[in-house]
Each structure stands twice: as structure tokens, then as C-alpha cells.
């Protein structure tokens, strides 16, 4: 397993995922906050004492769907966040009015 970025929080893990391909995925230690470290790897099996939320692509097309539902807004490290992890427990795309 190669990691491909790691970080001390989700939040900035978030803020360069442009940096990883769509197939790599997210791994953070739970309970799942903005503040959990992260890290994303080429491999589907997380590192020790990290879980699996989500591959890189889908967290991309969680966070495009969070800003068109917004008439294009650009969403904040934290409303990113909230949108990954609303997708990650619900498998659901965050509903407008709850953010």
C-alpha cells in the first residue's frame, strides 16, 4: 500500500484532493470529524486504526454536488467535510438545509 497524501485532519486532506487520483482512497480514524487524520492510499484496506469512508473520485462528486445544490457555491474546508461524511454514513448526498 502506498500512501499518496496524509494529513493530520479530513479538512486538509479534503483541500488537496486534487493531488490523488479518482481510484485512491480516503481512510480516517473514527469517530469521523473534520479533525480526524486522514490519509489516502492506493489500496482499499485502511492503515491501523483508520476506516474507510470513501474513494478520492466519489468524494470529488460529493463535494461538485454539494456547490451545484448551492447554485455553485464554493464550499468551505468544513462544509466539504460535513458533505463527505454525510455521504460516508448515509450513502446519500447531503440535502440542502442541513448544512
Do not use: N
Request: proline share 10%; net charge negative.
Amino acid at each position: 500500500m502506498a500512501i499518496l497524501v496524509s494529513g493530520p485532519s479530513l479538512v486538509e486532506v479534503l483541500d488537496r484532493l486534487d493531488e490523488v487520483p479518482d481510484d485512491a482512497t480516503l481512510h480516517a480514524t473514527k469517530p469521523w470529524s473534520p479533525a480526524s487524520p486522514t490519509s489516502v492510499s492506493d489500496d482499499d484496506c485502511p492503515p491501523t486504526g483508520f476506516a474507510y469512508p470513501l474513494e478520492a473520485g466519489l468524494a470529488r462528486e460529493v463535494i461538485a454536488v454539494w456547490s451545484r445544490w448551492r447554485d455553485g457555491a464554493q464550499p468551505t474546508g468544513q462544509q466539504k467535510c460535513e458533505a463527505v461524511l454525510y455521504y460516508a454514513t448515509h450513502d446519500a448526498y447531503l440535502p440542502q438545509g442541513i448544512d
